[in-house]
């Protein structure tokens, strides 16, 4: 129903179509056109209702442009192949499947839409169609597990690095992996893992990008403390264009890390975070602590110093500025 629905818009665009004229030309009742058309709104159709005139189609959902993203695609590894989906539940649990079935390291994974995005801490992430990148990319690091929050931070060092030099937002890393445009959340990052004897089997680095969302696309809730690229910078931003972007900065990050180890990625990420030096407020199991967070140590922790002086260190979780 929704694709004959879709045809009739197309039949007259730029027009004004009735739920009256719909519902006799569909033989359906204006209750069910009202209900395809929220459905079409969740793909990423826009429509614009108007009183006694009925709904105009606006604009469609954005598509991956798969040869754009490919010729532009300057990396050795990461990205040369591509999987990419309209509709996936979380291109997380595509790339885990992926492993499984031998996908070799760089291997991505791209969604229109995801109905069940994960986000960290068992939350969910809002991802709507054409209007974001929703990434997953399969890693295979040699390296024990207890490194892994390690990874986490060189993805947030990567993504915000690319994220300045495509759209030239003042942007900033809240730990561990957040990032923030005046104080709010754009971009958020989510590592899985599997492992045997202490040692990374594989890693799937979950990106989620808000990047031509509108302020209408999100759910109230979260539209006094998320952002899109396109809300701060003014204007649309290529999908393509900051995959490529980021890819390039990830590879670059991992050898130099495969190389050097965590110590350069520790700078690059302190001088572009927004929680060293600032209070904060984490809560624990035993209750909230505050204080001012001073450093990352070198498993990626952040040292925090208590009121009375106190050093400590949170390992996970999440922190309030
Ligand atoms: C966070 O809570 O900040 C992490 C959000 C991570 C979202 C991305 S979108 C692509 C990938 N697929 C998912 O289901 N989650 C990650």
Redesign the pocket.
């Known amino acids: 129903m929704n694709e004959r629905i879709l045809e009739l818009f197309e039949q007259t665009p730029e027009t004004y179509v009735s739920g009256a004229e719909i519902s006799r030309r569909l033989g359906v009742s204006r209750t069910a056109i009202w209900k395809h058309i929220e459905e079409l709104r969740a793909e990423g159709y826009a429509f614009e209702a108007a009183s006694r005139k009925g709904y105009r189609l606006i604009s469609k959902p954005a598509k991956w442009q798969i040869t754009e993203l490919m010729n532009g695609m300057k990396t050795k590894v990461l990205g040369q192949k591509v999987h990419i989906y309209d509709e996936v539940d979380?291109?997380?649990t595509i790339a885990h499947k992926l492993v499984a079935s031998g996908a070799p390291e760089g291997t991505i994974v791209l969604a229109e839409r995801?109905t069940a995005?994960?986000?960290?801490m068992g939350?969910s992430?809002h991802?709507p169609a054409g209007k974001g990148i929703?990434?997953?990319l399969i890693l295979t690091p040699r390296i024990p597990m207890y490194f892994m929050p390690q990874l986490t931070l060189l993805s947030a060092v990567a993504l915000c690095r690319a994220i300045q030099k495509v759209c030239h937002v003042e942007i900033g890393i809240k730990w561990p992996n957040?990032l923030l445009i005046h104080g709010k959340k754009v971009s958020?990052?989510?590592l899985e893992s599997s492992g045997e004897d202490e040692r990374l089997k594989y890693v799937i680095a979950?990106?989620?990008i808000s990047v031509n969302l509108l302020e209408e696309d999100y759910p109230e809730e979260l539209r006094s403390i998320a952002t899109s690229l396109a809300i701060e910078s003014g204007g649309k931003v290529s999908r393509e264009g900051l995959v490529q972007a980021f890819l390039l900065e990830f590879e670059d990050m991992y050898a130099l890390y495969l190389e050097k180890g965590f110590a350069p990625i520790r700078l690059l990420w302190e001088a572009l975070s927004v929680t060293l030096k600032r209070p904060i407020r984490t809560s624990t199991p035993s209750g909230f602590i505050d204080g001012i967070a001073d450093s990352l140590d070198n498993t990626g922790a952040l040292t925090v110093i208590t009121p009375n002086g106190e050093r400590i260190k949170i390992y996970s979780g999440d922190i309030e500025l």
């Open positions: 979380s291109t997380q995801q995005g994960r986000g960290r939350r992430w991802s929703w990434l997953s957040d958020g990052i989510l979950g990106i989620g």
